[in-house]
């Protein structure tokens, strides 16, 4: 028996009001539809079939590959969509067919696989209680509690819209009993549009099969219900860590993208914020107020405080507080970018320090290297970028301007202040600044002139 899956993602999410599709906003760094197509996956199940509104070629985009979508035109209902998906795969009267709501993203993959291996006769449709039902189509049984009908919200009565059972836009269907069931909806309810749930109708007597934990089946139709979906998705992946070793200080300020990978021995103080393909090495630890996006950190580092971005980070490396590391910056092993220093596509050698507050752009610095507090690498003169190379041991002066392009070589030093526009040979001292003055008897003068003031 094949099973194929149906994903319902064609609806316009008027309420989300915004113009991004609602199936692509994102959960943890994945898009809802995402998280739908990953728990099919995840249960085994390779053919899908998404229904995508037009003109969202985004929507397409942000599936996975092997994934079929298929555009719905005009919004004639979950049944209609169920129907255009049907004529895209063909033939399933031998198959079993799960259709899913595309804006379901807590749906874990063994609810998915459960309810395939629940499934017999012509149809066996999800339900679960919840504590406020509005809005959902509600679950009519009979007497000896098999389901016989799912009631629209705006089809139902006052007794029917007191069930507190519901219908989650998840089913599975006998495929052949599916596909004579569909051609046969009408459009005579109160949106005026194909329901699927009138085939359970056709179809009843049918089986339910209840999700015990409601808080799965939460549909996103609004922000708030996506920030509500977004505060459950994160106690799980963080309840998940935390199983695995991770020591979290303060789950409820700590945001890991699905995509984050975690060593365990990992620590992470509160207002952590890691995102895209960042991973995190053991003993290192991140926080507190951090944000890591498509980053490595390698084992035994600390970054506090501080923002990297598109960075590879090396084992006991020390970043931050109030660090700004940029795409494209390799910091090796044991060095440091210390207090409001910013460092973009640089690569910084093991051991070296750059403390305190200095701009580090497009520059190459060697091993066991030192840039004083303030050292900028002045990388641009407003047309181009240029180079900066530092060897190794070099010792930075405070305040130098290393005016790229230019070159210091290994164990050179630069007096501090100094604006170096010229190479550095290895082993040299560079200094440029004019020779100190000195005024005598300044203060002395100056006391006589306040007196005179004060007259
Ligand atoms: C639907 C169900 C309702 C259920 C509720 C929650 C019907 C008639 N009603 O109502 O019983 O309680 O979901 O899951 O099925 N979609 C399309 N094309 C369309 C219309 C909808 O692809 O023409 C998709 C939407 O993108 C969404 C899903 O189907 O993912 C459900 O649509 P939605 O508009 O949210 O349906 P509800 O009115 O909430
Ligand atoms: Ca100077």
Not at 236 to 260: K, S
Request: with cysteine; net charge negative; aromatic share 4%.
């Amino acid at each position: 028996m094949t099973v194929r899956a149906i994903v319902l993602a064609a609806g316009k999410g008027t309420r989300m009001k915004c113009d991004l599709p609602k199936v692509l906003h994102t959960i943890a760094g994945r898009p809802i539809v995402g998280w739908v197509v990953k728990a099919i996956l995840d249960a085994g199940i390779t053919d899908i079939t998404v229904v995508i509104p037009p003109d969202s070629d985004a929507v397409a985009a942000a599936l996975p590959d092997g994934v079929r979508s298929v555009v719905q035109h005009e919004r004639g209902g979950t049944g209609h969509a169920t129907r255009i998906a049907l004529e895209a795969i063909g033939d399933v009267a031998k198959d079993t067919v799960l259709v899913i709501a595309g804006d379901t993203p807590l749906f874990t993959s063994a609810t998915v696989a459960a309810l395939v291996a629940a499934h017999r006769g012509p149809a066996t449709v999800l339900t679960t209680r919840v504590p406020d039902p509005t809005g959902y189509g509600r679950i009519r049984r009979s007497a000896d509690g098999v389901v016989v009908a799912i009631v629209e919200e705006k089809d139902a009565d006052d007794t029917t819209r007191a069930i507190d059972e519901v219908a989650m836009s998840t089913y599975a269907f006998d495929g052949a009993s599916l596909a004579e069931a569909l051609p046969k909806l009408g459009r005579a309810n109160a949106k005026g549009e194909e329901y699927l749930t009138d085939v359970v109708g056709m179809l009843a007597p049918v089986a339910g099969f209840d999700v015990a934990d409601h808080r799965e089946t939460l549909g996103v139709n609004s922000h708030d219900q996506l920030a509500e979906a977004e505060a459950l998705m994160r106690a799980r992946i963080n309840l998940a860590w935390m199983q695995a070793g991770v020591w979290m200080q303060d789950p409820a300020t700590t945001y890991l993208d699905a995509t984050v990978q975690l060593e365990s021995g990992v620590r992470l103080l509160p207002g952590v914020h890691l995102e895209g393909s960042t991973s995190v090495g053991g003993g290192a630890v991140v926080g507190p107020q951090t944000l890591v996006v498509d980053s490595t950190i390698g084992a035994g580092s600390r970054v506090g405080y501080s923002v990297v971005r598109g960075a590879e980070i090396g084992e006991h490396v020390e970043v931050g507080p109030f660090a700004s590391i940029r795409p494209g910056t390799v910091l090796r092993r044991g060095s440091k970018a210390g207090t409001f220093v910013e460092i973009k596509a640089s690569d910084v050698g093991e051991g070296s320090k750059v403390p305190h507050l200095s701009y580090v752009g497009d520059a190459t610095i060697g091993e066991e290297s030192n840039l004083g507090a303030g050292t900028i690498t002045c990388n641009y003169d407003g047309r181009q970028k240029h180079r900066t190379v530092i060897g190794d041991r070099v010792f930075i002066g405070s305040d130098t301007m290393l005016v790229a392009p230019v070159e210091v070589g290994d164990d050179a030093v630069t007096g501090a202040g100094s604006v170096i526009t010229r190479d550095v040979s290895p082993g040299a001292l560079a200094v440029e600044r004019s020779q100190q003055k000195e005024i005598p008897g300044y203060a002395a003068r100056r006391g006589r002139l306040d007196e005179s003031e004060g007259e």
